[in-house]
């Protein structure tokens, strides 16, 4: 199943990239801006003499620094460095947009690199919270109408999120070999493989670049994964109940996409999360729509 692909604006980015043609709507850089402009300002106002300012204030007034400057003399390098060398969140706003911008295009690549793997011609399209690798009119696969292999579908859904950890992998590698510790986010993985142990990076870019970069790569990938319509995951898990279970594969693909992203909505109210439970509330009602017409087409749904 491949989701359609947005409207062509006059303010569309084109490039291309590794032979593959690349378009970037408008839409993109805002929502990317929506994403990270709560992050970034609270990781800029931390480091700033409002935000200490107003953290002194509300310290008991026994332990309260007399301004700004005798608060940072008790504080570690690391925090020092980071108060000296903040871009302010104009800045970190731009770094983040940069960092999604090349998560999501090495997902699509990932995308598009394994369509040409299976002969298949594509591009790739970045919107609104993501992206679409999508195959050429002018390739076999349309032109034939011919249906990918269950195997070859998993292949190709896999290698999005499959790039991005690779990214992300590389970057941790990169940090750890530099000597310092990585930015935190999986605990228990990230205990396992000794994150934490290294010098804290003390300037505020650097940090800002690393962990804009490994947060998309990391949670983005593993969210991708998901076994939910229209998903990667969920892409994944209807070929291998294809596989698996036959003519009931997509049916029983499309019930588990509907428990998963029910699951993950949950999840997200309960945990104050309002963004991620609407939107997986509206994935989990989109597959249950999809498995209705599924059933009332005689099990010839959608492929």
């Known amino acids: ?16 990239f590794l032979g593959f043609d690349v378009r970037v709507s408008p839409f993109f850089w805002l929502a990317a801006a929506l994403l990270g402009w709560q992050s970034t300002n609270g990781l800029a106002s931390i480091y700033s003499n409002e935000g200490l300012s107003s953290f002194i204030q509300q310290l008991p007034e026994e332990a309260r620094p007399a301004g700004v400057k005798e608060f940072l003399a008790h504080q570690s390098p690391v925090f020092q460095q980071r108060y000296a060398s903040n871009p302010g969140q104009g800045m970190l706003l731009l770094i983040w947009i940069s960092a999604v911008f090349v998560s999501i295009l090495i997902h699509e690549l990932g995308h598009a690199l394994a369509f040409r ?19 050429n009119s002018s390739s076999s696969f349309m032109g034939t109408s011919r249906r990918l292999e269950p195997r070859q579908q998993i292949f190709i859904s896999a290698a999005g999120p499959g790039m991005q ?6 970057i941790i590698l ?19 493989l000794h994150f934490s ?9 650097l940090y800002a670049v ?15 994964l998901l076994p939910i319509y229209p998903l990667d995951g969920g892409q994944i898990s209807r070929e291998l109940f294809t596989l698996y279970s036959g003519g009931e594969g997509v049916r029983n693909s499309l019930m588990l996409s509907i428990f998963a992203a029910g699951g993950v909505a949950v999840y997200g109210f309960a ?12 994935l989990a009602f989109s597959s249950f729509q999809i498995l209705q017409a599924f059933s009332g087409r005689g099990g010839y749904g959608p492929q």
């Not at 945990?271 to 509206?282: D, H, I, K, P």
């Open 117 to 135: 793997r299976c002969g298949i011609g594509s591009y790739v399209v970045l919107y609104h919270f993501g992206g679409l690798a999508v195959p």
């Open 165 to 170: 950890l690779v990214l992300a992998g590389v």
């Open 271 to 282: 945990n104050e999360q309002t963004f991620l439970g609407l939107m997986f509330g509206m």
């Open 210 to 224: 690393i962990d804009s970069l490994l947060w998309p790569s990391i949670f983005w990938a593993l969210l991708n």
């Open 174 to 192: 990169l940090v750890k070999a530099s000597g310092y510790a990585v930015p935190t986010y999986v605990p228990y993985i990230s205990d396992w």
């Open 1 to 16: 199943m491949f989701l359609a692909e947005p409207q062509r604006t006059p303010y569309d980015l084109h490039f291309q």
């Open 197 to 205: 142990e290294g010098e804290k990076i003390g300037s505020m870019p």
